[in-house]
């Protein structure tokens, strides 16, 4: 079996880190990888992104994140990407990675991901411009996910978003705030592929499990969900 651990929404700041650090000196003898469903930070600073770097940094098994909202709010993508592919955590957005776990291979294809609703309470790619603006960067995060996905060669897959694919791992969250917390068409996207579990964060107060339309295994990793460190995924292969 391949052991995937993950966890989102950690929301690091100065004031945050070492609080996962114990739990995760520990992670080689539970976990073959560590994922994360993005906000690592609280406001995507260059300097938030350095506390991510030294709590999640240097753990002694690969690291794979896709970015947040949160990383986004203060226009400093491309030096949080850099500080953390400094410390050897891979960002995933719209791509993918195999991993050679124990000699089977681990794909994890990920992108953030953007709102838009679910089936039949969905925004639409109609009207104004703003709208269809909205709707179109849903699904283009939701086709360069599906193709991720369908270029992985690997034994596993894994799809790791920040924004939900599917309503059900939002349950407890507000309904009028659904559309921003998620897209159908990343549910899509995660069943275009033989995809064996998708992992995602962003809703803080939604709930652990969910299936997508195709069967597929949905889990919100959020921290404030898990209420743990991290929760670990034993992953058998496509025919098994
Ligand atoms: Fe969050
Ligand atoms: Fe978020």
Do not use: W
Request: hydrophobic residues 40%.
């Amino acid at each position: 079996m391949i052991r995937i651990a993950a966890v989102g929404d950690v929301h690091l700041d100065e004031d945050v880190v070492g609080r996962f650090r114990p739990a995760l000196e520990e992670l080689p003898e539970h976990a073959d990888a560590l994922l994360l469903a993005g906000d690592l930070t609280r406001h995507g600073t260059e300097n938030e992104a350095r506390c991510v770097a030294e709590e999640f940094g240097g753990l002694g098994i690969p690291v794979i994140t896709v970015l947040g909202n949160h990383d986004h709010q203060c226009d400093q993508v491309p030096q949080v990407v850099k500080v953390l592919e400094d410390a050897g955590i891979t960002v995933l957005e719209g791509d993918g990675v195999v991993l050679d776990c124990g000699g089977r291979r681990l794909g994890v294809a990920g992108v953030k991901g953007f709102g838009g609703g679910f089936a039949g309470r969905c925004a639409s790619d109609f009207g104004e411009p703003e709208m269809k603006a909205f709707v179109r960067t849903t699904t283009d995060s939701a086709d360069r996910l599906g193709a991720a996905l369908r270029g992985l060669d690997c034994d596993v897959l894994v799809a790791l978003t920040h924004y939900a694919p599917v309503p059900d791992t939002l349950a407890g969250e507000p309904l009028e705030i659904y559309p921003f917390l998620g897209s159908y068409q990343l549910g899509q996207a995660i069943d275009s592929a033989p995809t064996a579990l998708a992992l995602h964060g962003h809703a803080h107060a939604g709930s652990e499990r969910g299936t997508t339309p195709g069967g597929v295994r949905v889990r919100n990793v959020a921290h404030p969900v898990i209420k743990q460190a991290y929760s670990i995924f034993h992953l058998g292969n496509h025919t098994d």
